[in-house]
């Protein structure tokens, strides 16, 4: 495995798959950021007795389904102008040799790509 750090740590593990999801700021609806306290402050960052409860999937597709079903805020990624900006990078760096891509798909206020190591 492949660790370096930067202004976060990198782990890049041979010959595994690694998915990876990112969001416009902002893009949580108010209403879901109010009953989850594990989105203080639009980020999933602080701990509460909640988060023991449900696994880190089960989290996940909490915050997925929230993505999904919003209706305002960031949804930038709907102008196609835009959506391509997004979609260049994930292209261009399959093309260059840096991750295999396997998939990707650009919703209207996040991205989730997956990828394996080179």
């Keep these: 495995m492949v660790f370096y750090r930067r202004n976060?740590?990198?782990?890049?593990?041979?010959?595994?798959?690694?998915f990876i999801t990112w969001r416009l700021h902002g893009s949580l609806p108010a209403a879901f950021r109010k009953?989850?306290?594990?989105?203080?402050?639009?980020?999933?960052?602080?701990?509460s007795d909640r988060d023991t409860e449900i696994s880190p999937g089960e989290q996940f597709l909490q915050f997925d389904a929230a993505l999904d079903s919003a209706k305002s805020g960031p949804l930038w990624l709907t102008d196609p102008q835009i959506a391509d900006y997004a979609e260049y990078?994930?292209?261009r760096g399959a093309e260059l040799g840096r991750y295999l891509l396997h998939a990707y798909v650009i919703m209207p206020n996040h991205v989730h790509i997956l990828i394996a190591a080179r």
């Design 8 to 18: 976060l740590p990198h782990w890049h593990p041979k010959g595994a798959s690694i």
């Design 35 to 47: 009953t989850n306290r594990t989105a203080t402050n639009d980020c999933a960052t602080s701990t």
């Design 89 to 91: 990078p994930i292209l």
